[in-house]
């Protein structure tokens, strides 16, 4: 995927009142951080404070043209030697590795160890890595720091540590549980994200702030998580962060974050999630390939409070789709990779089956704002098209501090984050709508057909003798044709069929559909927003 850093003042002027939750959630963090430590949260929070003051610097670069100039498969082989990895002699828990700066990472960031003697830098040695058939001077590894890091730890099997965390390239990271691949990516931060243009060639004005510098806390020999601050910086914001990371069958990453503006943005994206949707079932391919799908997520997933559940498929539009949810308390949200069936991808080379979704909750109160899903066009799997993250209503003014605090669950568990009441859509699929002539003969009638499946607690528990209805709103840029509701013998839950007509093709159609029982919701809100005709 192409992917393109502390927390401020110990003097915070807060622009919320302390909730009860937010209270807890506080002392929450203060009990799972470490204690004693020699540098911390505030301490960054204090550089990015004094950094949002100063005009903004962009980092230097010591990479020669040959290191630039590096393609893919000749960076792949510059590798870190992992007998050199950080903690590995001591036999502590956890490991750190180091990428090599190239290609297009080009600018270092530093590197600090936290123990019990203070804060220690990590120094760049070339001898620590392995080269391969990369043939660089002298001079090319003059200068040079580390363009990222890996956290290893042995995850899936006793004494084997497998990398489970990584940070390279502005603010991405990503994170991996058990018996998991990498897929989608956190960001610390978006800023004007795509406001789109919508021109071929022209940039769109979004800006990538980058982690300039991390400090990691060198763990007990018992330790179950691992935490390390982070400071941030662009030309727009400067911001800290505090990143606790529990390893597990779902990994769990704690954020706590404190932002600073330097100077005014349109738009400012919190917990931001980058993924990948090039067609599946919901979206079929135009072209021939013999996977059924190919996606990092195929939904949004919105728990709103008191609109509820909304789940929303994604697409590859033919051009960009930047679309709002307007939210007064958020619960959660995240991008979800809601099969994990190997034969609903059939590829054995990048096993899509086994890519983790990302489900974020608020820790604390947010405010009213809304969750903005940014979907881009995209012809091939090696580009990131998809963006989800946290708008809010209420902008700091420039240089005062703004805190948000969430946390990440990295699960193949998709259910265990979802209301136990309530069922769920479990597939989506489309295609071409028919019209029935007799028993042999269907006939196209230019409507456009879902088949939406749902499962979950709430169906499985209905009565035999009871049908739930299908709740059905397509908006006013089209009408519903036909609607069914049919028991799924084949795999439990129930089937709704709907066919659905577009009176304009140049505006989007907005088609959302819930299963009920009398007035009880049985199931969230399926919603799927069909972008404009290409």
């Not at 749902?454 to 006013?476: H, M, N, Q, W």
């Amino acid at each position: 995927m192409n992917h393109s850093t502390l927390q401020g003042s110990a003097t915070t002027t807060s622009r919320r009142f302390a909730s009860p939750l937010a209270v807890v959630a506080g002392l929450w963090m203060a009990i799972m951080a470490p204690s004693c430590l020699a540098f911390g949260f505030e301490d960054v929070a204090a550089k990015a404070k004094k950094l949002v003051e100063q005009e903004y610097q962009a980092p230097e670069t010591n990479t020669t043209p040959t290191l630039r100039e590096l393609e893919y498969e000749q960076y792949a082989q510059i590798q870190y030697r992992m007998d050199q990895a950080i903690w590995r002699e001591e036999g502590l828990p956890f490991q750190l590795s180091f990428f090599h700066e190239g290609m297009h990472y080009v600018s270092a960031v530093e590197m600090n160890i936290i123990d019990d003697n203070g804060v220690h830098e990590i120094p760049f040695d070339a001898n620590d890595f392995h080269y391969g058939d990369v043939k660089l001077s002298e001079k090319d590894l003059e200068g040079l720091g580390f363009a990222g890091f890996r956290i290893h730890y042995p995850i899936n099997t006793p004494n084997v540590f497998d990398e489970i965390m990584v940070f390279q390239g502005a603010s991405y990271f990503r994170v991996v549980g058990k018996n998991q691949i990498y897929g989608l990516s956190g960001r610390g931060l978006a800023i004007d994200t795509e406001t789109p243009s919508n021109k071929p060639g022209v940039p769109s004005g979004e800006e990538f702030p980058a982690f300039r510098e991390f400090w990691v806390v060198k763990p007990e020999p018992d330790s179950q998580s691992l935490t390390l601050f982070a400071l941030l910086d662009s030309p727009s914001a400067t911001g800290a962060y505090r990143f606790v990371l529990r390893p597990g069958d779902d990994s769990v990453l704690d954020v706590k974050s404190r932002i600073f503006l330097r100077k005014p943005i349109k738009k400012l994206g919190i917990a931001p999630l980058t993924s990948m949707f090039l067609f599946g079932p919901s979206q079929p391919t135009s072209t021939l390939n013999y996977r059924p799908a190919i996606h990092d997520s195929n939904g949004l997933l919105l728990h709103t409070g008191k609109a509820g559940w909304i789940w929303r498929p994604l697409v590859n539009p033919t051009q960009v789709e930047v679309s709002n949810q307007h939210v007064e308390e958020l619960k959660g949200f995240g991008l979800l990779q809601r099969s994990h069936a190997f034969h609903d991808y059939e590829d054995l080379v990048d096993r899509y089956d086994l890519r983790p979704s990302a489900w974020i909750e608020p820790q604390g109160d947010w405010g009213p704002g809304s969750v903005e899903l940014v979907e881009i066009p995209t012809q091939n799997e090696t580009n990131d098209n998809i963006v989800a993250f946290w708008k809010p209503d209420e902008m700091p003014a420039l240089g005062e501090p703004i805190d948000f605090n969430y946390r990440i669950y990295w699960t193949m568990n998709e259910s265990k984050h979802h209301d136990p009441a309530l069922s769920w859509a479990d597939s989506t699929m489309r295609s071409r709508g028919e019209v029935r002539q007799n028993d042999l003969i269907r006939k196209p009638d230019g409507s456009l057909a879902f088949v939406i499946d749902f499962k979950g607690p709430a169906l499985e528990s209905l009565a035999a003798d009871i049908r739930p209805t299908a709740v059905i709103d397509v908006g006013d840029n089209g009408k519903l044709v036909e609607s069914r509701v049919i028991r799924n013998v084949a795999e439990g839950g129930w089937r709704v069929i709907l066919r659905v007509k577009r009176d304009d093709e140049t505006k989007p159609l907005e088609i959302r559909a819930h299963l009920e029982e009398s007035t009880r919701h049985l199931s969230e809100t399926w919603f799927y927003r069909m972008p404009v005709a290409g």
